[in-house]
């Protein structure tokens, strides 16, 4: 099973359409770079993996299954522009995300140790 699956996906606003039928599977324990230039729907696609916008037509499966309340919690985004905490640090954003989910500040920067170790930052 893919640990991401995109299939036939269109978002459009207004008369533009920003993603067309979209398609791409990422396999499990691989790393995926979703690349292109501005405009390109990036970020659109990005915010429907995560649920934060829905497609107009499409599906998107994450660990085989659309995105529920419970699966939302397995699932991280940090956009580019860094949001409203711009003087936080990564590990500070990190700690405070995972305080909003109800963990512990200690166990929370004791995850993200071990995550960055694993992925060798």
């Known amino acids: 099973m893919p640990t991401v699956e995109v299939s036939h996906v269109v978002k459009s606003y207004a008369d533009k359409i920003v993603v067309d039928d979209l398609s791409f599977s990422v396999p499990q324990n691989e790393i995926f770079g979703l690349i292109g230039p501005n405009g390109a729907g990036k970020t ?3 915010r429907m993996m995560m649920d934060i916008i829905k497609p107009d037509s499409g599906d998107i499966t994450i660990l085989g299954e659309k995105l529920t309340e419970a699966s939302k919690n397995r699932l991280g985004y940090l956009p580019e522009e860094r949001g409203l905490y711009r003087k936080l640090t990564v590990m500070d954003s990190i700690i405070y995300l995972a305080s909003l989910k109800g963990m512990d500040s200690r166990s929370a920067r004791e995850k993200a140790d071990k995550l960055l170790n694993q992925t060798g930052m």
Do not use: A, G, L, S
Request: net charge neutral; charged share 0%; proline share 0%.
């Open 44 to 46: 659109t696609t990005i």
